[in-house]
Every structure is written in structure tokens, then in C-alpha cells.
């Protein structure tokens, strides 16, 4: 006679222990999952902030690197071609100066190396209360308003906090919050030796960092081309 045997299985409380490990495993699968993908987005955030930043700032040290002034100026002008004119503010300094920095990008344009480079504030109009910092190059040099010169304009820093330019007198080895290549008193036909460039701004966590960078201005000198006869 045959004896059977019970066949050996599992007890409810057994499969129900298995389904919460299992359960658990799950959810700190997917926990770490979700973490290392938003930690990948924040280090992408910072890495596309920090690109921003270095190209921003490299931008602005390579035109003032090349400012220039230049003596073959009309004397009556009021509005003359080279100027440096910075004045410092309580967010973002009004910045205005003639440089050599310009870019031709195409063989016979009407374009010179020569433009007039300016850094203003513009509000965000996709985001309320964001300043962004624009730069604004005229297409060419002229005894005109400023504002009614054509010009491109390009978006430097989005969301900026405040700047702060200071620009380093070697006259009397000081440095100063403001410089006026235009006024009698100011500094007519000189430039600064070097500029200091420090920018508060806020990263994807919202909190205010500082940068600074320094230029030199490689030109201190008006320019004076004669033609000998």
C-alpha cells in the first residue's frame, strides 16, 4: 500500500512576509532610481549655470581688453565715436565704451573691427521680477545717439543679481567705481590700466554666489593716426 506524502508548500504568512520584502526591495529600487536622476538634473543645472557664468565672463574681459580711445575725433561732437563712460549703480552699472572687439563674420561687410559695446539691465518678460544683463554692439561707430544706432543685443546673464565694475586708475594707483572719457574733469583721453568685474548671481538652489574676474586694458592712450605728406 502506497503512502502519500504531503506535498511541502508555503503558509500564508510566509508568501505575505515575501510580498513586503519584496515590496521594500521595490521601493528602494526605485527611491535610488529617483534620486540619481534628480541628482543628475541639479548637476546639470549647475554645469549649464557655471558654462553661462565662464562665457559671460570671458566675453566681458575681451572687450575690455581691446577698449580704445582715439584722437581723430571731431572736437565739436557731442556725441564723439570712443568713449569710455562707466557709472556705477546701486544693481548694474551703466557701462559704454568703444572697442576693437568686433567680429566680421563675412568677407567685404560693411564692418570694422571697431564698435561700441554697452551692458544694460533688461527685464525678463517670460519671468516676472528676473533682471537679465544684455550686451548691446552697435553695428558701427557714428556721431549719432546711441539709442537710435542699430545694434544687436545678446542676453549675457539671465537672472542676475547686481554687478559691480571698479577700474584701476594708474595715475594715482587707485581703484574707482566710475570713469567718464567725456567730461573735462574726468578722464578725457585716457582709459583705465584694468577692470575688475565682480557679478552676484543665484544658482539652481536659489542662493546668491560671487564671481570676479580682472581685465587689462591693453591701450591706456588715445589713438592718434596722422597721415605723413
Known amino acids: 500500500m502506497r503512502v502519500r506524502h504531503p506535498q511541502a508548500g508555503m503558509t500564508l504568512l510566509e508568501v505575505m512576509i515575501a510580498v513586503a520584502i519584496l515590496v521594500i526591495m521595490m521601493t528602494l529600487a526605485w527611491k535610488t532610481i529617483a534620486n540619481t536622476s534628480e541628482s543628475k538634473k541639479v ?16 566675453r566681458i574681459v575681451r572687450d575690455f581688453e581691446s577698449a580704445y580711445l582715439s584722437k581723430n575725433e571731431d572736437p565739436n561732437a557731442t556725441n564723439p565715436r570712443t568713449m ?11 557701462v559704454r565704451f568703444s572697442t576693437l572687439d568686433h567680429r566680421v563674420l563675412w ?21 516676472a521680477g528676473v533682471v537679465d544683463w ?3 554692439e552697435q553695428r558701427r561707430l557714428s556721431n549719432e545717439l546711441p539709442d537710435i544706432e542699430p545694434a544687436e ?10 554687478a559691480k565694475l571698479e577700474f584701476f586708475n594708474w ?27 565682480t557679478i ?30
Open 171 to 197: 595715475k594715482t594707483t587707485e581703484w574707482q567705481d566710475t570713469w567718464n572719457t567725456m567730461q573735462a574733469d574726468g578722464q578725457r583721453g585716457w582709459l583705465p590700466s584694468r577692470v575688475r568685474i
Open 153 to 162: 543685443y545678446d542676453v549675457l546673464i539671465h537672472d542676475i543679481v547686481s
Open 200 to 229: 552676484t548671481t543665484k544658482g539652481p538652489d536659489d542662493k546668491e554666489y560671487k564671481l570676479m574676474t580682472e581685465a587689462r586694458i591693453w591701450m591706456q592712450e588715445a589713438l592718434n593716426f596722422t597721415i605723413s605728406g
Open 134 to 136: 544684455v550686451r548691446r
Open 107 to 127: 568677407a567685404d561687410a560693411n564692418e570694422s573691427e571697431q564698435t561700441v559695446i554697452s551692458y544694460v539691465a533688461h527685464d525678463d518678460p517670460a519671468h
Open 84 to 94: 569710455f563712460i562707466a557709472k556705477s549703480s546701486f544693481k548694474l552699472p551703466d
Open 43 to 58: 548637476f546639470e543645472k549647475y554645469e549649464e549655470r557655471n558654462h553661462e557664468l565662464r562665457m559671460a565672463l570671458g
